[in-house]
């Protein structure tokens, strides 16, 4: 959702007609892009009238998203299919960002219709709009999950995490059922996540499918569950609350487009729900701190110390951890992926029909993730985040 347009980018621009892929490289989309007839039918819905033309196309996956020139302003509008989302499970997502609103966190508005709607349906479709993000969009052009191009961006960005976890710890609404591109925190906190992931199975055929042609009971055995054990506990006592889902550089807008600059505008809530504050900042490092986009290029991924002490430093400065949320940190770490991986095989395999991205993030991202913890490389990390947890 994008701001005032940057003077420079954090990655090379989008090229029309190709989104973000799973790795560096731009694909072709598996949505048609927004076309200016099909904004103009949907903002008829609202009371500023009907006339808008598309003048940006995003390039992210999994939806098709823009900004519209409207009558005296531009907003961002956003197509879901109804497979991947629904106008209920968005207004989970429209409550949340009100919420954040109304105890100041700078998240764009999302506009209702003239019947007060936050969402339009069009046949298989479904229609979210939004207000631009103030700010600039800095990291408008990068992929994401890469990192943050100064220590202070990841300083900045941990301090608005807190201070929107302060401001949710107040949001009562229940989590979002499981979904297509959703994520979670229900397997690792289950005290038997085998049995947890079979109910789920039982419940979504989608991901079903793909599963039960693999071995997965033994493949999470190996690879997944020894890291789970070791996060349960840790985070059983641990309050629940709604988070992010999806902290990273491109999801904010900033002050200037300067190394120095602060956050001024926090967008794109699809993956938010109900987990708990320490998973939603272990996502934040996930995103920002481990170069993936690496590992399935050379099988290896490194950490950035640093900009895991910046995000972390800048996150304490304004919501201290806990001693439990401290230690639980490196626990949930290797482990804070796995629904979220569960529910990207779903949409492969079940809405788009891409068997190969299924196998990847099978392989590379819900395996090959939690396995990475356990080399070298990822213990590394583990090893920094105790230790700062043994000082808390």
């Known amino acids: 959702m994008t701001g005032t347009p940057p003077t420079g980018s954090a990655g090379g621009a989008a090229r029309p007609g190709l989104v973000h892929g799973l790795g560096k490289d731009l694909v072709p989309p598996d949505w048609p892009p927004l076309t200016s007839g099909e904004v103009r039918a949907v903002l008829a819905s609202y009371s500023g009238g009907s006339t808008a033309d598309i003048t940006w196309h995003s390039p992210r996956p999994w939806s098709a998203a823009g900004v519209a020139r409207w009558p005296g302003s531009a907003v961002f509008i956003k197509r879901h299919h109804v497979r991947v989302r629904s106008a209920g499970q968005l207004a989970a997502e429209h409550a949340f960002i009100g919420h954040l609103r109304d105890r100041g966190i700078p998240v764009p508005a999302v506009l209702r219709t003239r019947d007060g709607a936050t969402t339009v349906g069009r046949g298989d479709f479904c229609y979210e709009v939004h207000e631009l993000a103030g700010g600039r969009d800095v990291y408008r052009d990068a992929m994401s999950w890469t990192p943050f191009t100064s220590l202070e961006h990841a300083r900045a960005a941990g301090a608005a995490l807190a201070r929107l976890h ?30 947890r992931l079979s109910r789920l199975l039982s419940e979504r055929p989608g991901l079903a499918g793909y599963l039960t042609a693999r071995s997965w009971r033994a493949d999470l055995a190996r690879h997944v569950l020894p890291a789970i054990r ?29 190394a120095r600059a602060d956050v001024a505008g926090v967008f794109d809530f699809g993956l938010a729900n109900r987990t708990l504050a320490v998973h939603d900042l272990a996502t934040a490092l996930e995103r920002s701190t481990v170069s993936w986009l690496d590992l399935a290029e050379s099988g290896q991924a490194a950490a950035d110390l640093a900009a895991v002490d910046a995000l972390l430093d800048g996150y304490q400065a304004v919501r201290p951890l806990s001693p439990g949320e401290a230690a639980a940190l490196a626990g949930v770490f290797p482990v804070v992926h796995v629904e979220y991986a569960l529910a990207e095989i779903e949409y492969f395999h079940h809405v788009v029909n891409a068997p190969g991205h299924a196998d990847l993030a099978y392989h590379g991202y819900l395996l090959g993730h939690a396995r990475w913890f356990g080399g070298p490389d990822g213990r590394r990390v583990l090893d920094h985040l105790r230790r700062r947890a043994s000082w808390t």
């Open 166 to 195: 302060r401001a949710a710890a107040s949001f009562r609404r229940s989590a979002r059922p499981p979904g297509v591109l959703l994520s979670g925190c229900d397997i690792v906190l289950a005290p038997d996540p085998l049995h």
């Open 230 to 258: 070791q996060a349960g506990p840790l985070l059983a006592g641990l309050p629940r609350q709604w988070g992010h889902g999806d902290w990273h550089p491109s999801n904010l807008t900033w002050t200037s487009a300067g």
